[in-house]
């Protein structure tokens, strides 16, 4: 889900390098979300699932652990942006949480606003627990926050905690490293960062993340997250070797006694994906056909993972009504939501996404960056 920092392909020749690992595992990981939610939302998987009950189950049910793969990339590409060498430098952290946010909240706040006017459409041509009431201004309000979940509104779309989730974690992974510049500056900051992130990935493994009353908040998951920071400066060419391991036992030896104390499936996955990350997550692969699909899905996941849910929610009120209620007939329209789905992210992608993107760019995100660029280099000039 985002979710998320996309890499700009380097130019190598005349054709383009792209991380085709990390294209990859976005679009298998946003695919099996679009699945979790229709096999959980219903009602079309309802009636389709005698047909296959052992594969509608798992996607209702561990198939949502795929939300991991985006935890974990979330942290490798904070790292690569935010501090790529591992080394924490002294400046202003609201340029770069305010990009963050530009990034992620325009598409999310006109994805919820289609989820807004799915729900009612849907509801005229049934009734289901994943139709939401009409939004109240200060829902909606809490939404463009990326706050909803923070004060106790309902999601209007599945998936929308994990957009909130994602600018929490980025946001405190950035304050984290300026708080570490600002404070720490020795010969030995080459490892603080590091070392104070392992401390932060602890707490949330034996602590947080044990706690779902922690669930709306970065600790619960920083523990994914930060394994992707570290799989970034574990997978540095230029490190040395015995810093390679360091920092892979870093990652490795909390987590593993962690899932001996209290074994999480989704924090097996976590470790998996960092794991893989830091071995291959660097790989530049020229883009071919053999990887155009991955790289298309890859490119247009975010826009998936937004609009997923308002698209499904239509097919599902639409089958209810008008299509017999066959198991046949049903999971006919559940293969015809999930590639819908994909259709409208890529519609999406391409009207609202690139374009937004483009603008914010373009004016540099608006004119609040500007402030936030000229307190930061203030910020240098006092100090």
């Known amino acids: 889900m985002a979710v998320e920092d996309r890499i700009a392909p380097a130019a190598a020749g005349s054709q383009q390098t792209q991380f085709v690992l990390i294209n990859l595992l ?20 309802d009636h389709a699932r005698p047909l296959a009950p052992a594969l509608f189950d798992w996607l209702a049910g561990d198939a949502r652990i795929a939300v991991q793969v985006f935890l974990v990339i979330g942290g490798f590409l904070a790292a690569k942006s935010l501090a790529p060498d591992g080394v924490a430098r ?10 963050r946010y530009v990034k992620l909240a325009p598409p999310f706040i006109v994805a919820t606003l289609l989820a ?10 049934m009734t289901h627990e994943s139709i939401s009431a009409a939004p109240s201004v200060s829902q909606l309000a809490a939404h463009v926050l990326l706050l909803h979940s923070v004060l106790g509104y309902e999601s209007l779309s599945a998936g929308a905690w994990y957009v909130a989730i994602d600018f929490q974690l980025y946001a405190g992974a950035a304050l984290l490293l300026w708080l570490c510049g600002r404070l720490f500056n020795g010969p030995h900051r080459l490892w603080l960062v590091p070392g104070v992130l392992t401390v932060v990935v602890v707490s949330s493994l034996f602590y947080f993340n044990r706690d779902a009353d922690w669930d709306v908040w970065a600790p619960y998951f920083f523990g994914s997250y930060g394994l992707g920071m570290l799989a970034w400066w574990a997978g540095d060419a230029a490190r040395r070797p015995r810093a390679v391991l360091l920092l ?62 308002p698209v499904c929610l239509i097919v599902n009120s639409g089958f209810n009504k008008f299509v017999p209620a066959q198991a046949g007939w049903q999971l006919i329209g559940t293969v015809v939501a999930w590639a819908a789905s994909i259709a409208g992210g890529a519609m999406f992608f391409r009207c609202v996404e690139a374009p937004l993107g483009r603008m914010t760019r373009i004016t540099g995100g608006s004119r609040a960056v500007q402030a936030l660029r000229g307190l930061a280099a203030k910020d240098i000039v006092l100090r």
């Open 116 to 125: 807004a006017g799915a729900s009612a459409i849907a509801s005229m041509w």
């Open 248 to 309: 892979f036992l870093m990652m490795a030896v909390p987590t593993l006694v962690a899932l001996m104390l209290d074994f999480r499936s989704r924090i097996a996955v976590a470790l998996s994906v960092a794991c893989v990350l830091m071995l291959l997550g660097r790989v530049r692969v020229c883009s071919s056909a053999g990887w155009s699909v991955a790289n298309w899905l890859g490119k247009n996941s975010y826009s998936i993972f937004l609009v997923h849910f």
């Open 26 to 45: 976005k679009a298998v990981a946003a695919q099996l979300i679009v699945l979790h939610h229709l096999a959980f939302y219903g009602p079309m998987a």
């Open 90 to 99: 002294p400046g202003n952290p609201l340029s770069a949480i305010w990009r």
